[in-house]
C-alpha cells in the first residue's frame, strides 16, 4: 500500500508539471487518492506531502476554505514526521499558502512555529528561508493591521486585531473565539459571569482534521488589558479519552480499559448536553427571546447547582428545539442501557455484586455487543469485552452527531441560526467527521486516476508473468 501511494505521488508531481488546468485537477486528485492510502497503511507522517501539495492546487484555484483544511490537516501529520527539518519544511509551505490565501495572523503564527522547529535541526539553509518567510508574513501583518482597523465596541479600547504571536497554540488544537460581551469577575467560580452568545453555533461546527478542539478561547479588550477567557470542551475531551483508552487496552481479557471507555462515553453525552444548556442560558436573551428553550431551561434548572438527570435533559432540550418528531439514530433502549451500565459500575449495591449474574444483568444487553458468558467472576466480567466499548463509544458518536445534524436540518426553526441554513441540504457530508468532501471534478479525477493506476499494475505483473493478455481497467 505504501509503494502505491509511493508511486501515486511521483505521478501526481509528473502530471502536475504539465502546467494546464486538467493536468493539475488530476495530479490533484493523485494526491488526495496517496494520502488516503498512506493514512489507512498507519504511516501519517508522509501525508504530509499529499496535503502541501493539495493547498497549493487550491491556493491556485482560489478555493480558501480547502486551502485552510489541508493546511491544518499537514500541521497536524506533520508532528509524526521523525525529522525536524521534515517538519519544519511543511510548517514554511503552510505558512506560505496561508499567507497567499489573506489570512496573514495565521500565517504568522505557523511562520513563528516552524522558526521554533528549525531550531531544533542544523539546516541552516532551512533556517534562513524560514526567518526571511516569517519577517516577511510579520511585516504583511503590521501593514495589514495599521490599514484596517476593526470597529470598537464599548469595551474595547484597541482598535487593532489581536495576533497570537508570542504564544501561539499548539498545532492540534483549533482555538475558536467565543463572543463575550459580559465583563468577567474576579475570582468566580466556573463559568459564572460569563456570556458566551456565539458558544451555541462553535459547538455545532463539524469537528476538524485533528478531531473535537479542546478549547474555545474569547478575546477582548477591557481598558487596554487582553483578556482570554477559556471554556474547555469537555465532551471532546471525554471522546478523545475513551477512544484513546480503547486503542491502549491490549488484554483481551481485562476488564479495566473497557469500563473506562463506558464511563468517558457517558461523561461526553453529559457534557455536551450540559454545554447546549449553558450556551442558551448565558447566551444573548435576545436570540431566544421567541423560543421555548429559555422557559424550559429556566424551569428545569433554576440555578447552576441544580443536577438535572442527563438522560432527561438529553428528552427535553432536543424536544423543545427540534419538535417532538426528532428521532436520534440511537436507539432509546441503547442509550438507557448505556448509562444503566454506568450507573452498575459507578454505585456498588451489594445485592447486585453478589446476586445478579451472566443469568440475569448481563441479558440486557444480548444482541447489541458480543459479551463473554462463560467468563469466571461476578457478571461484569462477562460484559466488559472490547466489543462493549466500542458500542459505548459508536452510542455516545451516533447520540451526538444526530444533534449536530438535527441542529442543521431545523436550521429555520432555531433563532440566529442563518450560519447553518446552506448546509441543510448536506448534512451528513457536512457533519461526518471521517469524510472529506472534495467538489465533483475532483472525485471524478480520483477516481479515474485510481483506475488507470491500477490498470497499469495489472499490464506490469502480467508481463513479468509472461503473459501476452492484458486485463482490462477495472
Known amino acids: ?104 495572523a495565521e500565517a504568522t503564527n505557523i511562520a513563528f512555529r516552524a522558526k521554533t522547529v528549525v531550531g531544533l535541526c542544523r539546516d541552516r539553509y532551512l533556517a534562513a528561508r524560514i526567518g526571511r518567510a516569517h519577517k516577511r508574513v510579520k511585516g504583511a501583518l503590521g501593514a495589514w493591521q495599521d490599514a484596517a482597523p476593526v470597529p470598537a465596541s464599548p469595551d474595547v479600547a484597541s482598535t487593532k486585531p489581536y495576533a497570537w504571536e508570542h504564544v501561539p497554540p499548539p498545532v492540534e488544537f483549533r482555538i475558536r473565539p467565543i463572543v463575550t460581551w459580559r465583563r468577567v469577575k474576579a475570582g468566580a467560580p466556573g463559568y459564572a459571569g460569563m456570556q458566551h452568545d456565539a458558544g451555541i453555533d462553535l459547538l455545532m461546527q463539524r469537528p476538524g482534521a485533528a478531531g473535537e478542539c479542546r478549547c474555545w478561547v474569547s478575546h477582548r479588550v477591557v481598558d487596554g488589558v487582553h483578556e482570554f477567557v477559556a471554556f474547555p470542551n469537555w465532551s471532546g475531551r471525554a471522546m478523545q479519552a475513551a477512544k484513546a483508552m480503547h486503542n491502549l487496552t491490549k488484554d483481551v481479557a481485562g476488564t479495566d480499559g473497557p469500563s473506562t471507555v463506558v464511563m468517558q462515553a457517558c461523561s461526553a453525552l453529559e457534557a455536551f448536553i450540559n454545554s447546549v444548556v449553558h450556551f442558551i442560558r448565558n447566551g444573548n436573551e435576545e436570540r431566544w427571546s421567541g423560543s421555548p428553550i429559555r422557559k424550559i431551561l429556566d424551569q428545569e434548572c433554576k440555578n447552576y447547582k441544580d443536577r438535572v438527570p442527563t438522560l432527561r435533559l438529553w428528552g427535553i432540550v432536543p424536544a423543545a428545539l427540534f419538535g417532538g418528531e426528532w428521532k436520534p439514530d440511537v436507539l432509546p433502549k441503547d442509550l438507557r442501557n448505556l448509562f444503566d451500565l454506568r450507573d452498575q459500575l459507578l454505585h456498588f449495591k451489594g445485592d447486585n455484586e453478589e446476586v445478579v449474574g ?33 458500542w459505548a463509544i459508536s452510542v455516545a458518536e451516533r447520540m451526538i452527531w444526530s444533534f449536530r445534524k438535527a441542529w442543521i436540518m431545523e436550521a429555520a426553526r432555531i433563532p440566529g441560526n442563518e450560519a447553518f441554513a446552506h448546509e441543510a441540504d448536506d448534512p451528513d457530508g457536512t457533519f461526518d467527521p471521517q469524510e472529506d468532501v472534495p467538489d465533483e471534478e475532483l472525485l471524478r479525477a480520483q477516481e479515474e486516476n485510481l483506475a488507470e493506476f491500477l490498470r497499469r499494475c495489472r499490464e506490469r505483473e502480467r508481463v513479468v508473468s509472461g503473459l501476452v493478455e492484458v486485463l482490462p481497467a477495472a
Open 1 to 104: 500500500m505504501l509503494k502505491q501511494a509511493v508511486t501515486l505521488t511521483d505521478e501526481a508531481r509528473t502530471t502536475a508539471r504539465i502546467g494546464d488546468d486538467v493536468s493539475r485537477a488530476r495530479g490533484a486528485g493523485l494526491h488526495a487518492v496517496a494520502a488516503d492510502l498512506r493514512r489507512e497503511a498507519g504511516d501519517w507522517g508522509s501525508c504530509a506531502e499529499n496535503f502541501v501539495a493539495l493547498a497549493r492546487y487550491y491556493v491556485r484555484i482560489g478555493r480558501t476554505a480547502a486551502v485552510e483544511e489541508y493546511v491544518r490537516k499537514a500541521l497536524f501529520v506533520s508532528e509524526f514526521l521523525p525529522r525536524d527539518e521534515d517538519r519544519a519544511r511543511v510548517h514554511l509551505s503552510a505558512a506560505l499558502a496561508t499567507q497567499r490565501i489573506g489570512k496573514l
Open 358 to 390: 451472566a443469568d440475569g444483568y448481563a441479558r440486557h444487553f444480548i444482541g447489541h455487543f458480543k459479551f463473554d458468558p462463560f467468563a469466571p467472576g461476578p457478571w461484569v466480567d462477562k460484559v466488559l469485552t472490547r466489543e462493549c466499548a466500542e
